[in-house]
């Protein structure tokens, strides 16, 4: 008697357990000399960092008001991410790489960290850098190291830290500091208000095309860090640019906070896309560590026909809860949303968007594909609101959730408000588990069950991946391959 | 090429197959016919390999491999191929990808080395023009949108693109019109060859007009009740199945 041979699953499993084990390829720790402001906050610690970065007064004073203003605030309840208490007493608000004076170029950046970002396949040596991608580094608290920045300066295009944009343009950051994300915002907002401690600056002036896409790499390597950084890109009148953030971090067993802020300008016939492929430490197979993502991402399209465009790839991190958003302030401007976000063993993620339309033939584009593996849990939450004022305006959007276990989540929680009646708007939502037959249907046409699993989800994602630019694409269907090795069963 | 030997399958307590016996040679054309129900497609997902069924007694050898230890996959690249009744959909997946990945992980298996994308693209067009196809086929996600007829003219177009030695079609004939079925005939008929075979399995005798078998099998409440040549099919044809399955309830086709 001869039957199929079906592998225990207990078996299966432990395979392909050690196999998660070496999964994030990312988390290693760089042996490096740090400089730590001890943990815990105060606005002497506050005082201290704005102190070590050399800030303008009005810097100190803002990071101040924010941080009283934090004081009054209590942490929120309403999302659907569930996760112990945080102690900010607990976390260092400032780790550096103990190099001395801001680096020059390259060659004064400690070798330790360029190989660092070498291992990570981020090349920071221009000549390397053939993909035409200039790039930002961002080391725990400080960033590193900015490439092809004299090229982009002959062209009136500042990229560079935000410590550095502090120093260099101090009215260009007092202009637009907070203004699409006051300290006032949100319980993690305002922290980052008071304690972030860098990021990068874009400003591209009027008419200008970006001829490279703009990159930071975002690397967590601290233990019992938090990573502050707060990004703020200008797109003056007609100019254009597209900008990518990447992030990894070394895997440790205690969670590790991440509180961004990102704010976009576009001015009239601005454009901006922005792409995030997100890869923080998802946390092990049990749920022990990773990395706390929450993050306030926004976008204001402060002129007429400006538009700006968020394309986020999201892996990582133990928790990911974000709402990259669209201020449709100017006439006829345009918001796009386009987000792959997938969980696994037990992460979670409660991400969406939100599209606040408030200028006349306004329209906006929802796209997010949610995917839920393992014990994960995936929610889409979502905002389109239509002001009085927005005659004609537009919005479509669409939610698709894969399962891909029988003890995985998928929840999708869209508010509408609508307060003009002359506004279209779509909803489209469907929810699908990857189905024995497909599998099997691919299989036999001799693909593997990986093999099998990655196509099924590279075209769930499709519409998602072709908004990202190509290297990054691949780079994401890489990821998406990797963090699902195993994900069947 | 193909030798089953007293095949028992079952799913869950329910027996299916109860002692199938069947050789298949390199060349031939085999027919597998019989009512609903009574087993055919499990043969035929048995065969590739489809997980949920149960073999409860008996063997399938496959040019001298055990063929029921092979995953799915692996009888793939082994050269069977399984032209499935309902084509399933693949969303965002365009057919070249999938058509692609599949050949390319079949001649890896083989030994051979990947196609790289315009030779690829010139072996699948030489099949499109053979199965009389619109290039548009190609960049359509897999099956999604697809009228049935048009679903089974992309698994005969994987097929062709694959070239098994094994060709299992289930039922492929089921839905079609004239013109399509004349497409589907024509390109198994291509496949025809000395060092490959096809099992045919089907509920109708009008697809034998256009693929003539050597053997024609008609199968009934698990067993195969009845062999023989063309004539068998032309003859049930005529008389239906009941003749042949005194002990079931089917009804005998007119």
Same mark, same amino acid.
Request: with cysteine.
């Given at each position: 008697?001869?039957?199929?041979?079906?592998?225990?699953?207990?078996?299966?499993?432990?395979?392909?357990?050690?196999?998660?084990?070496?999964?994030?390829?990312?988390?290693?720790?760089?042996?490096?000399?740090?400089?730590?402001?001890?943990?815990?906050?105060?606005?002497?610690?506050?005082?201290?960092?704005?102190?070590?970065?050399?800030?303008?007064?009005?810097?100190?004073?803002?990071?101040?008001?924010?941080?009283?203003?934090?004081?009054?605030?209590?942490?929120?309840?309403?999302?659907?991410?569930?996760?112990?208490?945080?102690?900010?007493?607990?976390?260092?608000?400032?780790?550096?790489?103990?190099?001395?004076?801001?680096?020059?170029?390259?060659?004064?950046?400690?070798?330790?960290?360029?190989?660092?970002?070498?291992?990570?396949?981020?090349?920071?040596?221009?000549?390397?850098?053939?993909?035409?991608?200039?790039?930002?580094?961002?080391?725990?608290?400080?960033?590193?190291?900015?490439?092809?920045?004299?090229?982009?300066?002959?062209?009136?295009?500042?990229?560079?830290?935000?410590?550095?944009?502090?120093?260099?343009?101090?009215?260009?950051?007092?202009?637009?500091?907070?203004?699409?994300?006051?300290?006032?915002?949100?319980?993690?907002?305002?922290?980052?208000?008071?304690?972030?401690?860098?990021?990068?600056?874009?400003?591209?002036?009027?008419?200008?095309?970006?001829?490279?896409?703009?990159?930071?790499?975002?690397?967590?390597?601290?233990?019992?860090?938090?990573?502050?950084?707060?990004?703020?890109?200008?797109?003056?009148?007609?100019?254009?640019?597209?900008?990518?953030?990447?992030?990894?971090?070394?895997?440790?067993?205690?969670?590790?906070?991440?509180?961004?802020?990102?704010?976009?300008?576009?001015?009239?016939?601005?454009?901006?896309?922005?792409?995030?492929?997100?890869?923080?430490?998802?946390?092990?197979?049990?749920?022990?560590?990773?990395?706390?993502?929450?993050?306030?991402?926004?976008?204001?399209?402060?002129?007429?026909?400006?538009?700006?465009?968020?394309?986020?790839?999201?892996?990582?991190?133990?928790?990911?809860?974000?709402?990259?958003?669209?201020?449709?302030?100017?006439?006829?401007?345009?918001?796009?949303?386009?987000?792959?976000?997938?969980?696994?063993?037990?992460?979670?993620?409660?991400?969406?968007?939100?599209?606040?339309?408030?200028?006349?033939?306004?329209?906006?584009?929802?796209?997010?594909?949610?995917?839920?593996?393992?014990?994960?849990?995936?929610?889409?939450?979502?905002?389109?609101?239509?002001?009085?004022?927005?005659?004609?305006?537009?919005?479509?959007?669409?939610?698709?959730?894969?399962?891909?276990?029988?003890?995985?989540?998928?929840?999708?929680?869209?508010?509408?408000?609508?307060?003009?009646?002359?506004?279209?708007?779509?909803?489209?939502?469907?929810?699908?588990?990857?189905?024995?037959?497909?599998?099997?249907?691919?299989?036999?046409?001799?693909?593997?069950?990986?093999?099998?699993?990655?196509?099924?989800?590279?075209?769930?994602?499709?519409?998602?991946?072709?908004?990202?630019?190509?290297?990054?694409?691949?780079?994401?269907?890489?990821?998406?391959?990797?963090?699902?090795?195993?994900?069947?069963? | 090429?193909?030798?089953?030997?007293?095949?028992?399958?079952?799913?869950?307590?329910?027996?299916?197959?109860?002692?199938?016996?069947?050789?298949?040679?390199?060349?031939?054309?085999?027919?597998?016919?019989?009512?609903?129900?009574?087993?055919?497609?499990?043969?035929?997902?048995?065969?590739?390999?489809?997980?949920?069924?149960?073999?409860?007694?008996?063997?399938?050898?496959?040019?001298?491999?055990?063929?029921?230890?092979?995953?799915?996959?692996?009888?793939?690249?082994?050269?069977?191929?399984?032209?499935?009744?309902?084509?399933?959909?693949?969303?965002?997946?365009?057919?070249?990808?999938?058509?692609?990945?599949?050949?390319?992980?079949?001649?890896?298996?083989?030994?051979?080395?990947?196609?790289?994308?315009? &030779?690829? @693209?010139? /072996? !699948?067009? =030489?099949?499109?023009?053979? %199965?009389?196809?619109? *290039?548009?086929?190609?960049?359509?996600?897999?099956?999604?949108?697809?009228?049935?007829?048009?679903?089974?003219?992309?698994?005969?177009?994987?097929?062709?693109?694959?070239?098994?030695?094994?060709?299992?079609?289930?039922?492929?004939?089921?839905?079609?019109?004239? &013109?399509? @079925?004349? /497409? !589907?005939? =024509?390109?198994?008929?291509? %496949?025809?060859?000395? *060092?490959?075979?096809?099992?045919?399995?089907?509920?109708?005798?009008?697809?034998?007009?256009?693929?003539?078998?050597?053997?024609?099998?008609?199968?009934?409440?698990?067993?195969?009740?009845?062999?023989?040549?063309?004539?068998?099919?032309?003859?049930?044809?005529?008389?239906?199945?009941?003749?042949?399955?005194?002990?079931?309830?089917?009804?005998?086709?007119?």
């Amino acid at each position: 008697m001869s039957q199929p041979e079906v592998s225990h699953p207990d078996a299966r499993n432990a395979e392909l357990r050690s196999r998660i084990a070496d999964e994030y390829r990312w988390g290693f720790v760089t042996d490096i000399e740090q400089e730590v402001v001890p943990e815990g906050l105060s606005e002497a610690v506050i005082r201290l960092i704005s102190k070590k970065k050399n800030e303008p007064d009005f810097m100190l004073e803002w990071r101040l008001q924010a941080y009283r203003h934090w004081l009054t605030l209590t942490a929120p309840t309403w999302s659907s991410v569930h996760y112990p208490a945080i102690d900010y007493q607990a976390i260092h608000y400032y780790a550096a790489p103990k190099s001395g004076a801001q680096p020059k170029d390259l060659s004064e950046v400690d070798p330790e960290l360029l190989r660092t970002y070498e291992k990570l396949g981020i090349p920071l040596q221009e000549r390397e850098a053939l993909a035409g991608v200039a790039v930002d580094a961002v080391f725990d608290s400080v960033s590193v190291a900015t490439t092809f920045k004299d090229k982009l300066e002959s062209l009136g295009i500042i990229f560079c830290s935000f410590s550095e944009a502090l120093r260099e343009h101090p009215d260009l950051v007092r202009q637009y500091l907070g203004s699409v994300v006051p300290y006032t915002d949100n319980y993690f907002a305002t922290l980052n208000s008071a304690v972030f401690t860098d990021g990068s600056f874009v400003y591209v002036p009027k008419g200008m095309r970006c001829p490279m896409e703009l990159s930071t790499y975002f690397r967590i390597n601290a233990r019992n860090s938090g990573q502050f950084e707060r990004t703020l890109i200008i797109a003056d009148e007609g100019a254009t640019v597209s900008y990518l953030e990447g992030c990894t971090a070394p895997m440790r067993d205690e969670n590790q906070l991440h509180a961004a802020v990102v704010e976009l300008v576009a001015l009239k016939d601005a454009r901006i896309k922005y792409s995030t492929v997100q890869n923080w430490y998802p946390g092990d197979a049990e749920g022990r560590g990773g990395i706390y993502n929450f993050v306030t991402k926004r976008g204001d399209c402060r002129g007429d026909r400006a538009h700006i465009s968020w394309t986020q790839v999201e892996t990582g991190s133990a928790i990911t809860w974000k709402y990259p958003s669209c201020i449709l302030r100017g006439d006829d401007s345009a918001g796009e949303f386009y987000s792959v976000a997938l969980t696994n063993h037990r992460q979670q993620a409660d991400t969406g968007t939100k599209m606040i339309h408030i200028g006349r033939n306004t329209r906006s584009t929802i796209v997010s594909k949610g995917i839920s593996a393992g014990f994960g849990s995936n929610a889409y939450r979502g905002l389109v609101k239509v002001l009085p004022s927005a005659a004609n305006a537009r919005n479509y959007t669409q939610c698709d959730s894969l399962l891909m276990s029988d003890h995985c989540a998928a929840h999708t929680f869209p508010y509408i408000e609508v307060k003009n009646p002359s506004a279209t708007v779509e909803h489209e939502a469907t929810t699908s588990k990857i189905g024995d037959d497909q599998l099997f249907y691919l299989r036999s046409r001799g693909l593997s069950e990986e093999d099998a699993v990655n196509l099924i989800v590279n075209g769930f994602c499709r519409e998602v991946f072709k908004e990202l630019p190509m290297e990054f694409a691949v780079e994401a269907q890489k990821l998406l391959a990797v963090s699902l090795e195993g994900a069947i069963g | 090429m193909l030798e089953i030997r007293n095949l028992h399958v079952s799913i869950g307590d329910r027996p299916i197959l109860a002692g199938i016996d069947l050789d298949v040679k390199s060349g031939e054309v085999h027919a597998i016919m019989g009512p609903n129900g009574s087993g055919k497609s499990t043969l035929a997902q048995v065969l590739a390999g489809r997980e949920g069924y149960a073999v409860t007694a008996g063997s399938v050898r496959y040019l001298e491999q055990d063929l029921l230890a092979l995953a799915p996959e692996q009888r793939a690249c082994a050269g069977i191929f399984l032209a499935f009744q309902y084509p399933l959909e693949i969303p965002g997946v365009a057919n070249v990808q999938l058509l692609r990945s599949a050949l390319n992980s079949v001649r890896r298996q083989r030994g051979e080395s990947e196609l790289d994308a315009m &030779d690829f @693209l010139d /072996t !699948v067009k =030489s099949k499109l023009a053979l %199965l009389d196809m619109d *290039e548009s086929f190609l960049y359509r996600a897999v099956n999604e949108g697809f009228s049935g007829g048009e679903k089974k003219r992309n698994e005969i177009l994987q097929m062709a693109v694959l070239e098994p030695r094994l060709a299992i079609l289930d039922e492929t004939d089921s839905g079609l019109d004239i &013109d399509a @079925l004349k /497409t !589907v005939a =024509s390109g198994v008929n291509a %496949l025809k060859d000395p *060092e490959r075979a096809v099992i045919l399995v089907t509920h109708y005798q009008r697809l034998l007009n256009y693929i003539v078998p050597d053997r024609v099998h008609v199968l009934a409440n698990g067993r195969i009740v009845r062999s023989g040549d063309a004539s068998l099919a032309l003859e049930l044809e005529d008389k239906g199945y009941g003749w042949l399955t005194p002990d079931t309830h089917e009804e005998a086709r007119p």
